[in-house]
């Protein structure tokens, strides 16, 4: 599996994103899509803004990932889309796409996944992901062999959309990052509009209003960012502008504990915007910083390789993504103090000289590092560290703590074994 730790804009995408110079026929074709209407009874401002536009269409989540590993596409054609209690009875979710036996007679080792998550509870998944697929292939001119499940187990029923690496002409699926981030959503948007019609003026304020209370950065801290004018400190006065909805964004951002508040100023943490976008991406960071063993919870940070190699103790093993996919997360303390959170796609397993694979367990002692690919992407690897060397660099760099003393303490180990991230 692709790991998308590094390359953020790939995976979960926003209808904001930068012009380019040079035009693309994906970015084109979506300007070219309906973009709403005029707000009912929203005068020449329409709901929000000095636009005069609202774009009313339903809301969508589309996220995409892929995998070069066929025993990874395989679990997800036979276990992850119908496992158990995915259906709305608690049985096991349906499959429906092309012909089953000529997907797994042409499956090769690329696989696409994508998952398609409507705000409406209302919405026709399985004609949303009909509908989606045969847009998909009109814009590409495939013919693609692509199975999909329905899952009703969260509170935001979604489709699993698997997609083979090879269509039906026997040429190679290749997705680019305009087409995901620019087609996808709004073909997702515009087929959902036409099931459910517009969002009425009324829907749309009460999304504003539900988006205050978000664990994310979201399009309103902007306006609190250029309040703070620099710094991170807001006080508010009695009149000031849409003071309601920044005080409710301010309150909600002290709960998840990104700000504080005192003498009748809000003063939010240095990070606390790159904090709310790491949580955008791994719905656990933020609470993992309250799981931390041994450092303070300023001190978590995102893993993403630039920061050279890490030695550390794993404390925690998480899921990242809810149902989306079956992403993890490793979080690893270090004698320095530092903690980092270390996104997977998977329970990594640990490979040993005689080729047995045991899985990465809380506990471990582990050293973190990385090795470009041939294409330059950053790829983790995971080796169980030697004990008595990071005994060694403790005693050499004079760390204190209890995870310093815990290491000193520990009985030492010499064998050394590769993590290998099968996704």
Known sequence: ???????????????????????????????????????????????????????????????????????????????????????????????????????????????????????????????????????????????????????????????????????????????????????????????????????????????????????????????????????????????QKDRERIVTRLETLSSIGVCTYQKGVYKLSPRWEADLKANGRYNAFLDSRNKLRYSAPSSLNVYTGREGPVKGKVTKILRTDDDASDNHAVIVECPDGKSWFVPLLKRPEIQSRDKTKTPLAEGDYINLTTYKSQKGRLTPVIFKSDLALLKREVKQRHYTGALADEILRATAGTVLHKIIWRG
């Open 1 to 239: 599996m692709r790991h998308f730790l590094f390359e953020e804009k790939e995976y979960q995408y926003r209808a904001q994103f930068k012009r380019h110079r040079e035009k693309d026929s994906a970015q084109v074709l979506a300007r070219a899509l309906p973009r709403g209407r005029r707000s009912h009874g929203g005068g020449s401002r329409g709901v929000f803004g000095k636009s005069g536009r609202t774009d009313t269409r339903q809301r969508s989540v589309v996220k995409v990932q892929y995998s070069n590993s066929k025993d990874a596409h395989k679990v997800q054609l036979e276990y992850y889309l119908t496992r158990e209690g995915t259906e709305r009875d608690g049985s096991r979710a349906r499959l429906y796409g092309t012909d089953i036996t000529e997907y797994k007679k042409n499956m090769v080792d690329k696989n696409y996944r994508i998952f398609l998550s409507p705000q409406s509870d209302k919405a026709d998944l399985t004609q949303l992901t009909r509908i989606f697929v045969k847009k998909l292939e009109l814009y590409t001119g495939k013919k693609l062999y692509w199975q999909a499940a329905n899952h009703y187990n969260t509170a935001h029923p979604h489709a699993h959309l698997l997609i083979n690496g090879v269509d039906r002409y026997g040429n190679e699926v290749q997705f680019s990052k305009d087409l995901v981030k620019t087609f996808m959503r709004e073909a997702s948007r515009d087929i959902l509009t036409r099931q459910l019609g517009f969002r009425k003026p009324e829907e749309i304020r009460l999304d504003k209003e539900r988006e205050l209370k978000a664990a994310r950065f979201i399009k309103f801290d902007e306006t609190i960012k250029s309040l703070c004018g620099g710094g991170f400190t807001i006080r508010i006065s009695p009149g």
